[in-house]
């Protein structure tokens, strides 16, 4: 891709040269045992959004690694909730990026995975009735999906009453997707947390205040503190700060 504005790395071994795209990509590579690494933005004072969407807190560096955190998952999960609100539409990448994933003996492009409790789900939306690779829905038994709805994606059951997360991400490693990127919502985060599922979090914090009214990244029943140690912090020419955090 063209580089607009410049990433550069503050911690550890500090550089002055801006990184390119198959440096970025180094420092947000694939591991080698399964992950689910969590990609937020947030405001200086912890606001997940602005006037209501994630939108007004993201800029080109933060869109850059978006986009290379796409690059290198093996599916892209998200909560129904965020799906809707943000309008998702189908999971796509450009040609570089695909070809950088069939290089890497990946698919072309990402599985989408959408968690669900309730299914209110729309079987038109882009994201399901114009995507590459038929996405996944996991759910809880008791959830009775819309019409539609299996015509256009994979509905899997796992728990009674809520969807038990722990049993649904050993499916998807079952079925190769090892590597797994959510990107929210906060009510999603905060149950992956309560059950210790999240190994990493990327978080890219942007040079402004919100002020109060909105919510954190993360929301739900209380929990325990989960240890992520800083592993990186990148730092882009406009004031935006990259963070990347991840279990020892």
Excluded at 84 to 101: C, I
Aim: glycine fraction near 10%.
């Amino acid at each position: 891709m063209t580089v607009g504005i410049p990433i550069r790395r503050l911690w550890p071994e500090p550089s002055v040269e801006p990184l390119d795209d198959a440096a970025l990509t180094a420092l947000y590579g694939r591991a080698d045992r399964p992950r689910l690494r969590v990609n937020f933005v947030s405001s200086l004072d912890g606001a997940v959004t602005v006037d209501g969407f994630s939108a007004g807190l993201s800029g080109e560096p933060d869109k850059r690694v978006f986009g290379l955190l796409r690059m290198v998952c093996d599916a892209l999960v998200v909560a129904a909730g965020t799906l809707r609100h943000e309008g998702y539409r189908a999971v796509r990448l450009d040609e570089g990026r695909r070809a950088w994933r069939r290089a890497n003996g990946l698919a072309a492009y990402p599985t989408l995975v959408v968690v669900s409790g309730a299914l209110d789900l729309d079987p038109a939306q882009a994201a399901f009735a114009d995507a590459p690779v038929r996405p996944i829905v996991l759910t809880h038994s008791d959830a009775e999906p819309p019409p539609g709805l299996t015509d256009v994606a994979d509905v899997l059951r796992f728990g009674t009453g809520r969807v038990d997360l722990a049993a649904a991400l050993a499916e998807l490693h079952g079925r190769g997707l090892t590597q797994l990127l959510c990107e929210g919502g906060p009510h999603l985060l905060g149950a992956l947390t309560a059950a210790d599922l999240v190994d990493e979090l990327c978080l890219t914090v942007a040079p402004l205040l919100a002020g109060p009214g909105p919510g954190r990244i993360t929301a739900g029943d209380a929990t325990g503190p989960t240890r992520l140690p800083l592993r990186h912090v990148l730092a882009a020419d406009d004031g935006v700060l990259l963070l990347r955090h991840a279990r020892d």
